[in-house]
């Protein structure tokens, strides 16, 4: 071999070994973080300018960020049983806060649990709002009734007892997922899903992380004083419980004000869910020096995920449930040198629903018997020319919560169209809305009166129905409530 072929030789040789991912083991261990309402740019890697999340920045440095990851449904229960089950929330039946996820339906951790790993789940559930019994698939189960609270709350330790454990949440939780993580055994897989309630309402960071955001100021977004040619349902929420000018999850004591200087309010709220983000990160730097003192880090998989979005004053709305682009929008990182050594950045549309056939196939576990999403370990390692162009969102309008209307949108790698359903099979009564992202990704300009664009609303129409029915929705099956309207009347306080 003459001398310039041998160095191209090595050469080729080190970059196929730099680009193949390490040895994979069949059963790697798995720690699973949920996050609850976190928004991708509160967090360094997203893009945040002033939540300094050096640990979470690292783990995506290091693996896998998805720069377009969503929920089909931008509400907690729904949203986490469609992580748990690979189905949409109209499949798997939790369609509101108030639901079980069925017994019986199975789930990637009781699916890794029937193939031999060890599993357990820590911190909020939140599917059967009274209900802190431990659920199937789990040999440890830890959590409580509804939202938990920030400082001690009171835990149902795997059925056995009941107590209040003092301190702050995330610390709690840390604390309990390392003393369970401690006790596995080298020979058996884990599987630890750890959700933490940070940085759900109401918004209560640590006291060392009060004050870190003083000096930042934070305006109503632009968007909010964008919204002439929108729906009319969306001025009428302004002032609501989910909107800008209402209570901000108690920040604001006298409401509604529109006054210039109740922008202080808002500040506040922002800076206060920034706070608890802090805190995540700190319990992610504790949990991966634990996995590395153990030389467990590169055999585990870590997910770092957010349940749905959060809207922050966009288009002038707080909370979620809407269609809207931070209303959908979730934090997904992936770290597992098998999956990929080298670190990547995924353009394409990933799902919630996409995270059960992932896993299991990441964990050589046999697949669910059926699911909506799709397994993006291919699109990962060599790409995928079949990967989603579009994919559908839904969201129920609820009675306890009466400030968003019936939901169906579509979302192709440009277009969004959304249309708000009446729920009597009727026409709709809201205005739709349809947006160019690529020319407007933060959803300013409404062109569905736009003439010229007629036709492009007709195709997104036939693709959204088409979508719908290949998970069994047509206008028989897909039932909803009645739109009862926008109300000014604040939630009962137990379900807050
Ligand atoms: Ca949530």
Redesign the pocket.
């Given at each position: 071999m003459q001398m310039n072929h041998l160095f191209l030789a090595i050469a080729l040789a080190f970059s196929a070994l730099a680009d193949s991912p390490v040895h994979a083991a069949a059963q790697p261990n798995v720690l699973f973080i949920l996050c609850?309402?976190l928004r991708p740019d509160a967090l360094g890697c997203f893009g945040s300018k002033h939540v300094k999340t050096p640990n979470i920045d690292r783990l995506a440095a290091e693996g896998v960020l998805f720069k377009n990851a969503f929920c089909t449904t931008s509400?907690?229960s729904p949203?986490r049983a469609s992580i748990l089950s690979g189905l949409y929330a109209h499949a798997h039946g939790v369609t509101n806060n108030f639901t079980e996820y069925p017994a019986q339906m199975g789930s990637w951790p009781q699916t890794l649990h029937d193939a031999g790993y060890a599993t357990a789940y820590i911190g909020k559930y939140h599917m059967g709002e009274e209900n802190d019994d431990p659920r199937p698939g789990f040999d440890w189960f830890v959590t409580h009734k509804g939202q938990g609270k920030y400082f001690d709350t009171e835990w149902n330790l795997n059925g056995k007892k009941r107590e209040v454990v003092k301190g702050y949440y995330t610390t709690v939780v840390t604390d309990m997922t390392l003393d369970w993580l401690k006790q596995q055994k080298a020979e058996k897989p884990w599987c630890m899903f750890l959700g933490h309630k940070a940085p759900?309402s109401f918004y209560t960071p640590e006291p060392k992380y009060e004050h870190s955001f003083d000096d930042v100021r934070v305006p109503y977004p632009a968007s909010a004083f964008q919204i002439d040619d929108k729906p009319t349902w969306i001025k009428d929420r302004q002032e609501t419980w989910h909107g800008i000018y209402g209570p901000l999850f108690e920040w604001r004591k006298k409401f509604p004000d529109r006054s210039p200087e109740a922008v202080k309010d808002f500040e506040n709220m922002v800076h206060g869910y920034w706070g608890t983000v802090l805190s995540v990160d700190d319990s992610l730097a504790r949990l991966r020096s634990y996995l590395e003192e153990t030389k467990q880090l590169d055999n585990t998989i870590i997910v770092f995920m957010g349940?749905?979005g959060l809207l922050e004053g966009e288009h002038g709305m707080v909370d979620k449930r809407t269609g809207h682009e931070s209303s959908l929008r979730i934090p997904l990182i992936v770290r597992y040198p098998a999956l990929t050594a080298q670190p990547r950045v995924i353009e394409d549309q990933t799902l919630t629903v996409d995270m059960a056939p992932s896993l299991l196939e990441l964990c050589t576990a046999p697949a669910l018997p059926k699911v909506h999403g799709k397994s993006w370990v291919k699109l990962i390692q060599q790409g995928d020319a079949e990967w989603r162009k579009a994919w559908f969102y839904h969201y129920n309008y609820e009675k306890q919560f009466p400030y968003t209307p019936n939901v169906r949108a579509i979302r192709t790698d440009r277009w969004k169209y959304i249309h708000y359903p009446h729920g009597d099979g009727g026409a709709d009564r809201h205005l739709a809305e349809l947006y160019d992202l690529k020319a407007d990704p933060i959803e300013t300009k409404n062109l569905i009166s736009q003439a010229e664009l007629a036709g492009q609303v007709t195709a997104l129409q036939a693709e959204l129905a088409k979508l719908m029915l290949a998970t069994g929705l047509d206008d028989k099956t897909d039932v909803m409530p009645l739109d009862e309207g926008i109300k000014s009347g604040l939630p009962d306080a137990k379900i807050r």
């Open positions: 609850d309402d509400l907690c949203s759900h349940d749905n």
